[in-house]
């Protein structure tokens, strides 16, 4: 069974400042995608950011980008200059490419101070 | 275009009642998706429907919840009999095939007293 881990409860960052969030997943399909996804109190599942197994360039949206470790299954999610509005708890999650259901990570955290 | 919808946006209902929990999802999105995020369980997937179908029910938790889908759109999640530890928040998600991204509704927080 494919499982998605994310180490980190919680994480802070100084406004303006850089963060990176880790994930690593276990799976033995070629074919699979990787998501990041934010939900901020208002619950709301904000999509942030996808990678295609396939695709050996990390993604990137704007101050959003992912270090993409094929090998290594590892999938961590850097946030720069970071904003208040950043603050949420986000959600590393996979999908292989046959099969319909998002498997989540247990979360992270992300406080933003001042 | 609008988002994902969801009603109620909140639900308190008593032990042994039958809530229904109802989700739009975004127009010409042909699969739909039900969700459970618990403090116990985190976040686990429970049925899949493509156009009016569920082939992926894996993730129901018991006989006592059901879905439907109807005319490929509105979807409504049935839970009879609920027990205490059907307290959750239920997200409802949709995506257009065969495109992997899934769109979420902002959740049904249901509390069983």
């Not at chain 1, 396939?54 to 470790?69: C, D, I």
């Not at chain 2, 979807?75 to 009999?81: A, G, K």
Request: hydrophobic share 30%; charged share 20%.
């Amino acid at each position: 069974a494919q499982t998605v881990t994310q180490s980190q409860p919680e994480m802070s960052v100084q406004e303006a400042e850089t963060v990176t969030l880790s994930c690593t997943y276990d799976t033995s399909e070629s074919d699979y995608y990787l998501f990041w996804y934010k939900q901020p109190p208002s619950r709301q599942m904000i999509l942030v950011i996808r990678q295609e197994a396939y695709k050996q360039q990390n993604a990137t949206e704007n101050r959003f980008s992912v270090n993409f470790q094929k090998a290594a299954k590892s999938f961590s999610l850097k946030i720069s200059d970071s904003q208040l509005g950043d603050a949420a708890m986000y959600f590393c999650a996979y999908r292989t490419g046959t099969a319909s259901k998002l498997t989540f990570g247990t979360g992270t955290r992300l406080q933003v101070t001042l | 275009g609008a988002g994902v919808s969801q009603s109620p946006s909140n639900k308190v209902t008593e032990k042994g009642k039958d809530v229904e929990l109802r989700c739009d999802p975004i127009s010409g999105h042909t699969a739909l998706y039900w969700y459970r995020q618990s403090l116990g369980q985190g976040l686990e997937f429970l049925i899949y429907f493509q156009g009016n179908s569920a082939p992926d029910k894996s993730g129901l938790p018991s006989d006592r919840f059901s879905a439907e889908r109807t005319g490929g759109s509105v979807s409504t999640l049935t839970i009879q009999r609920t027990q205490q530890e059907d307290s959750a928040v239920y997200l409802c998600a949709s995506s257009f095939y065969p495109n992997p991204e899934q769109y979420f509704g902002p959740g049904t927080r249901l509390t069983v007293t």
